[in-house]
Structures are given as C-alpha cells and as structure tokens.
C-alpha cells in the first residue's frame, strides 16, 4: 500500500512533530489513502482486497484475546490463502512483479489449520468473556464481508476455500461465518466443500447488471458483452467463464465483474467497432 502511494506522488508519512522522528502511516490509513484516491490496479477488486485484509487486521489486534479458541484457525485460513492471491495479483498488476517467480505456491499459509468437510460447533475454553470476544471477532468478519458485497464486489476476493491444487472450491460469504459459539461444544469450525461453480456464480444478465452498477460511463448492452468476449476471449479464460460440458450457456466469476468493470467507454467503443466491421460481410 505504501508503495502505491509512493508511486502516485503522496507522503506515507504522518506530519512530524516537533522533536519526534519521521513516522510513516498505518496499515489502516495506507488502505484508507489508497481507497479514497482510487488507486487500486486495474482489474483488481478493491472493496474485496479491503475488506480481506481489514479482517486480517482485525485477528492480528485481537491476537491476545482469541487464544482460547484454537479452532478459529480454520475461521481465518480462507482469509490467508485469499489474501496471499490478492497480493499476488495486486503486485502483478501494479509493478509487474509476480511472486510466482520467486516462491513456490507450497508456501500458502501453514499457520492455521485448513479446513473440512462439516460445519460444527466452535469450542471456546474457560470463561464466558472469551465466548464474547469470539462472537465479536466473528461479528466484525460477518460484517466486512457484508459491506465488500454491499459495494458490488465478490466475497471470492475476501475469503476462499482452495484445494491443493489452487481450485476455488468454496467461496465464503457472512452467512458462511454464523456459528455456534460455546464454552461447552465439542467440535470444532470447520467449512463445508461446495462444487467449483460456486465460483462463478454470476449469468451473462447478472454480470452486466453487476458490472454496470460499479463502472463509472454509459451502460454496457449485450452487445457490448459479446464484442468484449470476442475482443479478449473471456469464454475461454476459466478465471473469468466457465460452462458445465452439457450446458449452453456460460456463467462468470467475480473476476470477470472487477475485470469488465475497470475498462472506460473509449475501449468499449472501439471494442464495438472492431466486432461490428468482423461481422460484415
């Protein structure tokens, strides 16, 4: 985040006080500063890489007090291997540096526990203070992903469930995170695998109203939607289309909305152009 601040021209640094060294700003005002002047790549999900690192942020801050709930590890895992995506995307996007050369995918987080296949009760040990401090964190989660989904984003980009070869098999949403918290349950949280087209769970009309409704110009038509797939070969990228082997139609991803949603009129037009002077004869 201070990065891109840094390439936009701003400080990262607060204003210097008298007799104090130079500090430079917080995570949550380089997120706040990187929000409020738009600076997020395009093609990235903005609200969702917000709201997924706000929450790591949030666990970080109540390290203290979640310790008697070792079972929130399989809470926050979906959030880690997200985030390790985003930053990865994000990085690529914004200065052409991509991890993959220099880390093997081995190295997504092992400090929580993955998850399994049933959803359970949570145990929290000892006091009921510690059920409230849990219940409190779950809240916060419950509604940073709230507000991502609110602001037209998909919760894929804040909290996903991979398998070991980086399929999305579960995209997580708040409803996801409304577990039983107790100081007498048995289990442990953990999430239950859905099919992969979970991922892509937006049809063409869905994916247009979506992505009208965040991009700022005239409304996209139909037509536009099939000149951009010519243009770019979106059926074809399985980040942002996918169609089930007896079916017609395709159906897209989060992806495809952040990613139709940072191009402006001007390419949409001479998109347009191309595709209607391919059609004549």
Same mark, same amino acid.
């Given at each position: 985040?201070?990065?891109?601040?840094?390439?936009?021209?701003?400080?990262?640094? *607060?204003?210097?006080?008298?007799?104090? @060294? &130079? @500090?430079?700003?917080?995570?949550?005002?380089?997120?706040?500063?990187?929000?409020?002047?738009?600076?997020?790549?395009?093609?990235? #999900?903005?609200?969702?890489?917000?709201?997924?690192?706000?929450?790591?942020?949030? *666990?970080?801050?109540?390290? +203290?007090?979640?310790?008697?709930?070792?079972?929130?590890?399989?809470?926050?895992?979906?959030?880690?291997?997200?985030?390790?995506?985003? /930053?990865? #995307?994000?990085?690529?996007?914004?200065?052409?540096?991509?991890?993959?050369?220099?880390?093997?995918?081995?190295?997504?987080?092992?400090?929580?526990?993955?998850?399994?296949?049933?959803?359970? /009760?949570?145990?929290?040990?000892?006091?009921?203070?510690?059920?409230?401090?849990?219940?409190? /964190?779950?809240?916060?989660?419950?509604?940073?992903?709230?507000?991502?989904?609110?602001?037209?984003?998909?919760?894929?980009?804040?909290?996903?469930?991979?398998?070991?070869?980086?399929?999305?098999?579960?995209?997580?949403?708040?409803? #996801?995170?409304?577990?039983?918290?107790?100081?007498?349950?048995?289990?442990? +949280?953990?999430?239950?695998?859905?099919?992969?087209?979970?991922?892509?769970? *937006?049809?063409?009309?869905?994916?247009?109203?979506?992505?009208?409704? @965040? @991009?700022?110009?005239?409304?996209?038509?139909?037509?536009? *939607?099939?000149?951009?797939?010519?243009?770019?070969?979106?059926?074809?990228?399985?980040?942002?289309?996918?169609?089930? $082997?007896?079916?017609? $139609? =395709?159906?897209?991803?989060?992806?495809?909305?952040?990613?139709?949603? $940072? =191009?402006? #009129?001007?390419? =949409?037009? $001479?998109?347009?152009?191309? &595709?209607?002077?391919?059609?004549?004869?």
């Amino acid at each position: 985040m201070k990065a891109t601040l840094r390439r936009a021209g701003q400080s990262i640094f *607060y204003r210097k006080q008298r007799n104090q @060294r &130079y @500090r430079s700003i917080a995570l949550d005002d380089a997120l706040g500063r990187v929000d409020a002047g738009e600076l997020w790549p395009k093609g990235t #999900d903005g609200a969702a890489i917000l709201a997924n690192v706000k929450a790591l942020a949030e *666990y970080r801050d109540r390290a +203290i007090h979640l310790y008697n709930a070792p079972s929130l590890g399989s809470v926050i895992y979906p959030f880690l291997q997200q985030n390790v995506l985003n /930053f990865r #995307d994000f990085m690529v996007a914004k200065f052409n540096k991509d991890l993959a050369d220099s880390i093997t995918w081995q190295l997504l987080p092992l400090g929580a526990s993955a998850p399994g296949d049933a959803v359970q /009760f949570m145990r929290v040990d000892k006091s009921a203070s510690a059920v409230a401090e849990v219940q409190d /964190f779950l809240d916060e989660l419950r509604r940073l992903m709230d507000a991502a989904e609110a602001a037209g984003s998909d919760t894929a980009r804040v909290a996903t469930v991979y398998d070991i070869n980086l399929q999305s098999v579960k995209k997580l949403t708040s409803a #996801d995170l409304a577990v039983a918290v107790s100081s007498t349950a048995k289990g442990q +949280i953990v999430w239950k695998k859905m099919d992969p087209n979970q991922t892509h769970p *937006y049809s063409t009309s869905d994916l247009l109203a979506r992505v009208n409704k @965040r @991009r700022k110009g005239r409304k996209l038509t139909s037509y536009d *939607y099939a000149a951009i797939c010519w243009k770019e070969g979106l059926r074809d990228n399985q980040k942002y289309a996918w169609k089930h $082997s007896n079916g017609s $139609s =395709y159906v897209w991803s989060g992806d495809a909305v952040a990613h139709l949603s $940072s =191009y402006d #009129d001007k390419y =949409y037009d $001479s998109v347009k152009a191309e &595709y209607t002077k391919s059609r004549t004869p």
